[in-house]
């Protein structure tokens, strides 16, 4: 069997090849995982619930295929584990929040169903912060995550264990959800690689709600061949979902393959503006210099109102959030405090109880946005912000074929440093957040380090569901690199 | 400062929140500091912008359809069962913090 080592750096292909020509079973391959996570995440505190039985159930489905010789799925074996926002029939799902500490799902979401059809061998649930809100998963109501490359700081967040868990080789590839960076700004501090896909690509249904236009569920994986495979299993059309767009899914895979030279890549000023650390701003520029190399047009393109995102993005997010997050009212599922003589208090006190302090700040902002006589002044007026930072795109992308920037503004930042700044947090996802109010794909792929030997991820934004001139992009660097 | 004291209580009201006194006194704070940079959205002229309220509208869909012909794909026959089986009783009920096995039950309604 396999050592810890290799275990860490196995890949899809390698898992599927390797219980094809019968090297290990599946069943082997899930119990080396559960010992990696027992050594590594008492120290990293990726994982929420680990998910044995259903895990040994579906390897030994595999094990049977493979005993059979019968030809495997495309994830056949493959290790892998889920943000715990996505609902796992049976299997707890929390959020990260107490309110729903002990929620065992009627259903499994579409995500994590695509995958287990495709014979992926589902590890457990990864930590993440309250009901995805955070940029560090500090706000997790059970523990934080560390940063497998430097325990002294955060993994990036709301999706902080799904980049965790693959950085330190718990999982061959999980699946997260952005809502404003939550996948692409934890894949660029862990130096893995993470994907948001087209808002409609991939289905929402069993991803319990934030902000529902805002909204995406995608893959992290170690490489951006990983990442195509694992979006090419969980996207397209889902009955249950009715945002998931009627589009064809192309195989990403196979269109990896094709050439870069001549892709036009754009650069917005916008992106490379104050508050830039100068590490990352030289490590993003030295990539986009390696995509010329490959062939590519360096193409200057404006995003002028990129400055507007994030308040824009902190009204429409909250005032969904308000709405979405009624539905934790302490009757159907749930926290339920004790001893509430009225209705009206019973929902009151389960909410205060259940609730964390950041939860509770945005339910406040988003209800206060959405209240008589202020709906016009934000949230009619983000939502026409909105409007326009996305023609900003619509406009760009007449002249590129991708867009390159940093993911984030700073490599990992210390645990504790923003907790007590709201502000200071949100302006973490201050290069991600357009592109979920824009709804366009956006991928984050490891681009060097700084001093600290701390990750730096480089951005490629795409088209509306056009995915794979973007992982082709992504994929042509990274193998520049390598 | 925007948001008052009072604004705050009444929020918490609306939200179904009751707040500690330090949360109040955290909430006054933090929301005053996000609305001032919120701010400067005032400085866009947005008279003659739609809103956007979704991206699913206007991306993905096939344009030379109009209307909800355009979204037909997401419609179905209004029939019983039309997706799948609705969930057991048992299944609605499991996550219940109380029920007498048919309803949930809470406190009582209607005070008196």
Same mark, same amino acid.
């Given at each position: 069997?396999?050592?810890?080592?290799?275990?860490?750096?196995?890949?899809?292909?390698?898992?599927?090849?390797?219980?094809?020509?019968?090297?290990?079973?599946?069943?082997?391959?899930?119990?080396?995982?559960?010992?990696?996570?027992?050594?590594?995440?008492?120290?990293?505190?990726?994982?929420?619930?680990?998910?044995?039985?259903?895990?040994?159930?579906?390897?030994?489905?595999?094990?049977?295929?493979? #005993?059979?010789?019968?030809?495997?799925?495309?994830?056949?074996?493959?290790?892998?584990?889920?943000?715990?926002?996505?609902?796992?029939?049976?299997?707890?799902?929390?959020?990260?929040?107490?309110?729903?500490?002990?929620?065992?799902?009627?259903?499994?979401?579409?995500?994590?169903?695509?995958?287990?059809?495709?014979?992926?061998?589902?590890?457990?649930?990864?930590?993440?912060?309250?009901?995805?809100?955070?940029?560090?998963?500090?706000?997790?109501?059970?523990?934080?995550?560390?940063?497998?490359?430097?325990?002294?700081?955060?993994?990036?967040?709301?999706?902080?264990?799904?980049?965790?868990?693959?950085?330190?080789?718990?999982?061959?590839?999980?699946?997260?959800?952005?809502?404003?960076?939550?996948?692409?700004?934890?894949?660029?501090?862990?130096?893995?690689?993470?994907?948001?896909?087209?808002?409609?690509?991939?289905?929402?249904?069993?991803?319990?709600?934030?902000?529902?236009?805002?909204?995406?569920?995608?893959?992290?994986?170690?490489?951006?061949?990983?990442?195509?495979?694992?979006?090419?299993?969980?996207?397209?059309? #889902?009955?249950?979902?009715?945002?998931?767009?009627?589009?064809?899914?192309?195989?990403?895979?196979?269109?990896?393959?094709?050439?870069?030279?001549?892709?036009?890549?754009?650069?917005?000023?916008?992106?490379?503006?104050?508050?830039?650390?100068?590490?990352?701003?030289?490590?993003?520029?030295?990539?986009?210099?390696?995509?010329?190399?490959?062939?590519?047009?360096?193409?200057?393109?404006?995003?002028?109102?990129?400055?507007?995102?994030?308040?824009?993005?902190?009204?429409?997010?909250?005032?969904?959030?308000?709405?979405?997050?009624?539905?934790?009212?302490?009757?159907?599922?749930?926290?339920?405090?004790?001893?509430?003589?009225?209705?009206?208090? !019973?929902?009151?006190?389960?909410?205060?109880?259940?609730?964390?302090?950041?939860?509770?700040?945005?339910? !406040?902002?988003?209800?206060?946005?959405?209240?008589?006589?202020?709906?016009?002044?934000?949230?009619?007026?983000?939502?026409?912000?909105?409007?326009?930072?996305?023609?900003?795109?619509?406009?760009?992308?007449?002249?590129?074929?991708?867009?390159?920037?940093?993911?984030?503004?700073?490599?990992?930042?210390?645990?504790?440093?923003?907790?007590?700044?709201?502000?200071?947090?949100?302006?973490?996802?201050?290069?991600?957040?357009?592109?979920?109010?824009?709804?366009?794909?956006?991928?984050?792929?490891?681009?060097?380090?700084?001093?600290?030997?701390?990750?730096?991820?480089?951005?490629?934004?795409?088209?509306?569901?056009?995915?794979?001139?973007?992982?082709?992009?992504?994929?042509?660097?990274?193998?520049?690199?390598? | 400062?925007?948001?008052?004291?009072?604004?705050?209580?009444?929020?918490?009201?609306?939200?179904?929140?009751?707040?500690?006194?330090?949360?109040?006194?955290?909430?006054?704070?933090?929301?005053?500091?996000?609305?001032?940079?919120?701010?400067?959205?005032?400085?866009?002229?947005?008279?003659?912008?739609?809103?956007?309220?979704?991206?699913?509208?206007?991306?993905?869909?096939?344009?030379?359809?109009?209307?909800?012909?355009?979204?037909?794909?997401?419609?179905?026959?209004?029939?019983?069962?039309?997706?799948?089986?609705?969930?057991?009783?048992?299944?609605?009920?499991?996550?219940?913090?109380?029920?007498?096995?048919?309803?949930?039950?809470?406190?009582?309604?209607?005070?008196?």
């Amino acid at each position: 069997m396999t050592a810890a080592t290799e275990v860490a750096s196995l890949t899809i292909d390698g898992v599927r090849n390797a219980i094809t020509e019968r090297r290990f079973t599946a069943s082997a391959l899930a119990e080396e995982f559960y010992a990696q996570i027992k050594r590594e995440d008492p120290e990293i505190g990726a994982f929420l619930t680990l998910s044995k039985e259903r895990a040994a159930a579906k390897a030994a489905e595999i094990d049977k295929l493979a #005993d059979a010789g019968k030809p495997l799925p495309p994830l056949a074996g493959v290790p892998v584990a889920i943000k715990d926002v996505m609902v796992t029939r049976g299997v707890r799902t929390t959020a990260g929040s107490k309110i729903l500490e002990n929620f065992l799902p009627p259903y499994d979401c579409t995500a994590v169903a695509r995958m287990e059809a495709a014979g992926a061998v589902m590890l457990g649930k990864l930590n993440c912060d309250e009901f995805a809100m955070g940029s560090s998963t500090e706000n997790s109501a059970y523990h934080p995550v560390r940063n497998p490359r430097d325990k002294s700081r955060v993994p990036g967040g709301s999706s902080g264990g799904s980049a965790a868990a693959v950085a330190a080789g718990m999982a061959v590839a999980t699946l997260g959800s952005d809502t404003g960076g939550s996948i692409r700004q934890p894949a660029s501090f862990c130096g893995v690689v993470g994907l948001k896909p087209t808002y409609g690509r991939v289905s929402r249904y069993g991803l319990i709600a934030f902000a529902s236009s805002l909204d995406h569920i995608g893959p992290f994986a170690r490489t951006v061949k990983e990442a195509a495979l694992v979006l090419r299993t969980i996207a397209g059309r #889902d009955p249950m979902d009715s945002t998931s767009a009627d589009v064809p899914v192309p195989d990403y895979v196979a269109e990896l393959e094709k050439p870069v030279k001549g892709l036009r890549v754009g650069v917005a000023k916008e992106y490379f503006g104050a508050g830039l650390d100068p590490e990352v701003r030289a490590a993003v520029e030295a990539a986009i210099q390696k995509l010329a190399e490959l062939g590519c047009a360096v193409v200057p393109v404006s995003l002028p109102h990129t400055e507007y995102a994030i308040p824009t993005y902190y009204i429409v997010a909250t005032a969904e959030a308000s709405s979405n997050l009624a539905r934790y009212d302490g009757v159907r599922y749930g926290f339920r405090a004790r001893g509430a003589r009225t209705l009206s208090d !019973m929902y009151r006190l389960s909410r205060d109880g259940g609730f964390g302090m950041e939860v509770k700040r945005r339910i !406040m902002l988003g209800t206060y946005a959405l209240s008589a006589g202020y709906y016009d002044a934000y949230y009619l007026k983000a939502q026409k912000v909105r409007t326009l930072l996305t023609r900003d795109f619509d406009e760009a992308f007449r002249k590129v074929d991708v867009i390159a920037a940093p993911t984030c503004p700073t490599p990992a930042f210390r645990l504790g440093e923003k907790v007590n700044d709201p502000l200071a947090m949100y302006l973490a996802d201050i290069y991600t957040v357009t592109a979920n109010l824009a709804g366009i794909p956006g991928i984050s792929v490891p681009c060097g380090e700084n001093h600290e030997k701390l990750p730096i991820g480089l951005q490629l934004l795409g088209r509306h569901f056009d995915e794979a001139t973007m992982l082709r992009v992504a994929h042509a660097y990274e193998q520049a690199r390598n | 400062m925007k948001v008052t004291e009072k604004d705050v209580t009444y929020v918490a009201d609306l939200a179904h929140l009751e707040l500690t006194e330090d949360e109040r006194a955290r909430m006054l704070r933090d929301l005053n500091s996000i609305l001032e940079y919120v701010e400067r959205l005032n400085e866009l002229d947005t008279d003659k912008v739609t809103p956007m309220a979704q991206v699913s509208d206007r991306y993905g869909v096939d344009e030379s359809r109009q209307g909800s012909e355009r979204f037909a794909y997401a419609s179905r026959e209004d029939v019983r069962n039309g997706l799948r089986e609705s969930l057991p009783h048992e299944g609605a009920l499991g996550n219940a913090p109380d029920t007498d096995g048919t309803f949930f039950e809470v406190p009582k309604v209607i005070e008196r």
